[in-house]
């Protein structure tokens, strides 16, 4: 069981260019979630799933797309990334009592 | 939105000392929830409250939820250098409906430990 695993943990990209990240769970959760991390400002929701085939906006998605594809794996791309996108990106899905589950983070620089 | 204010933002103390912190919102929350991340992790689950006026321990650590659930306080007795890190308050809406598990994080206390 290795609960929640993100890939990458850490990637440089150029303005303009694009990425995917990969969020995975292995505890069967209907909810994840992805989150920035930036100094001073606490984790900050970008975009979330209730199910397999269901994304919503949070609190921060503009620049960012989402995708549920398969219930286990819930993926943030960039299009075109900006520095502005510079912050450590956290997936989380919801376990028991609701009690959100983070995966160790991807550190994204964004030149 | 719905915003928390952490404090402090940061704290520094003695080994063997006893710390507290904050949270306080402007709207109601039916769960607070207390977080720790070391240096490179992911937060990782202290407490987690569910009714005002809570107060629920985790060994050292200690949680309340306030009766107006509009705040919650962490305290930690005897620190320890490991008890190093950024610790996070964490409100959630609703324990189901349409929330769907969203929670509002406070900005976080640096807490470090001096040997």
């Known amino acids: 069981n290795a609960g929640v695993t993100q890939t990458p943990k850490f990637r440089v990209l150029k303005t303009g260019q694009s990425m995917t990240l990969l969020c995975a769970q292995d505890?069967?959760?209907?909810?994840m979630y992805w989150y920035r991390q930036d100094p001073g400002m606490g984790l900050r929701l970008i975009h979330y799933?209730?199910?397999?085939?269901?994304?919503a906006k949070g609190e921060v998605p503009d620049g960012y797309n989402v995708s549920r594809l398969k219930k286990q794996n819930f993926l943030l791309g960039l299009e075109s990334a900006a520095p502005s996108q510079t912050s450590v990106y956290f997936c989380?899905?919801?376990?028991?009592?609701?009690?959100?589950?983070f995966g160790p983070g991807t550190r994204l620089l964004v030149l | 939105g719905q915003q928390l204010n952490q404090s402090p933002q940061s704290m520094f103390i003695q080994e063997g000392e006893d710390v507290s912190m904050n949270c306080t919102s402007s709207s109601i929350f039916n769960t607070w929830l207390w977080y720790k991340q070391d240096p490179g992790e992911g937060p990782v689950l202290l407490i987690a409250?569910?009714?005002?006026?809570e107060l629920t321990s985790n060994g050292r650590l200690t949680a309340q939820f306030g009766i107006t659930r509009k705040d919650s306080f962490l305290n930690i007795s005897a620190s320890i250098p490991s008890d190093v890190g950024i610790y996070f308050c964490a409100g959630q809406e609703n324990a189901g409906g349409t929330s769907y598990g969203k929670l509002t994080f406070g900005q976080g206390t640096i807490l470090t430990v001096h040997p």
């Open positions: 799933s209730v199910g397999e085939g269901t994304t």
């Open positions: 989380a899905s919801t376990g028991p009592k609701e009690t959100q589950y």
């Open positions: 505890m069967n959760h209907e909810y």
């Open positions: 409250l569910y009714k005002a006026g």
